[in-house]
């Protein structure tokens, strides 16, 4: 199979991984591990450490690492910033896409290419890889010309995140409920495109969706539940069925576990620091 990153197995090892977010502990010492081609679900009530556990392996400065280790390609990505993350293979597909005012997508994809080649993309293969691309995700032709998720739609920004995925072929992908504001027909035109790059690149897959319709079109191999900042109970795809026909108390009941109380989201992306700090190292 084609790899975007060479041909060595690229492997997540996450231990006894605690983070904080303005002196609250939201993870409490989860363990993970995701081997190079494996899909992965990430389910749980609301505000249980999901999207922290993904921002905090990408790089997010708002999220402290207090205890744990992650590693990926046997590498200690906790001494990394962002940029050196996202260079390393991994890609984060965010639940609230930033705006960037300035930077076209075609400049921030190009940029983002270059800095994982030795030789620069030529301008002809650029272009040809971007128009089949937005042809793909089934977008506007001027896409490539539109300033970053500037004026876009939920669901334009969730599919131009994809485009992103598409172009950049990282080696593990962080997908954070990037079904949510997808139609019907985008949610299949999404799925089918990520099913597409997993295949071409042997790509990892991390996902966090509640959307069972959206999981069947993944097939993920792997289900995790988290509550109250811990992986509770890992199973394969009847677990996730199981969630979505029966909920979680079964859970709660079951593993002896109380969900912390669902509080009410920020809505900012990866964003006001992390993006301009990777814009700045791509030299944008």
């Not at 996450?14 to 389910?43: C, F, P, T, Y």
Request: contains cysteine; aromatic residues 6%.
């Amino acid at each position: 199979m084609k790899k975007g990153y060479g041909d060595d197995m690229k492997n997540l090892e996450i231990k006894d991984l605690h983070v904080s977010v303005e002196d609250k502990e939201i993870l409490k010492g989860v363990d993970l591990i995701v081997n190079e081609g494996e899909a992965h679900v990430l389910m749980g009530p609301n505000g249980n450490g999901k999207s922290t556990l993904l921002a905090a392996i990408m790089g997010d400065p708002r999220y402290k690492v207090t205890q744990g280790s992650i590693i990926y390609d046997g590498k200690n990505i906790l001494e990394m910033p962002v940029n050196e993350r996202s260079i390393a293979g991994l890609f984060l597909g965010m639940q609230y896409p930033q705006e960037i005012n300035g930077v076209t997508n075609s400049d921030f994809l190009r940029a983002a290419m270059n800095v994982r080649r030795e030789k620069p993309v030529s301008l002809f293969e650029f272009i040809k890889e971007m128009e089949k691309t937005i042809n793909d995700l089934q977008m506007s032709e001027d896409l490539a010309h539109r300033f970053l998720n500037e004026g876009f739609s939920g669901g334009e920004k969730k599919r131009n995140e994809i485009v992103q995925l598409e172009m950049l072929k990282p080696s593990l992908a962080m997908l954070d409920e990037i079904d949510s504001g997808l139609d019907v027909d985008a949610i299949k035109i999404v799925a089918d495109a990520i099913n597409r790059i997993r295949k071409e690149n042997n790509m990892a897959l991390i996902i966090v969706s509640h959307y069972e319709r959206f999981l069947e079109l993944i097939k993920p191999e792997f289900t995790h539940v988290l509550v109250d900042g811990r992986i509770v109970v890992s199973g394969g795809p009847d677990l996730y069925e199981k969630v979505d026909q029966e909920g979680y108390d079964w859970i709660y009941e079951k593993y002896g576990v109380k969900p912390e109380a669902e509080e009410k989201k920020e809505r900012i992306s990866i964003g006001s620091c992390s993006v301009k700090e990777s814009l700045k190292g791509l030299g944008l």
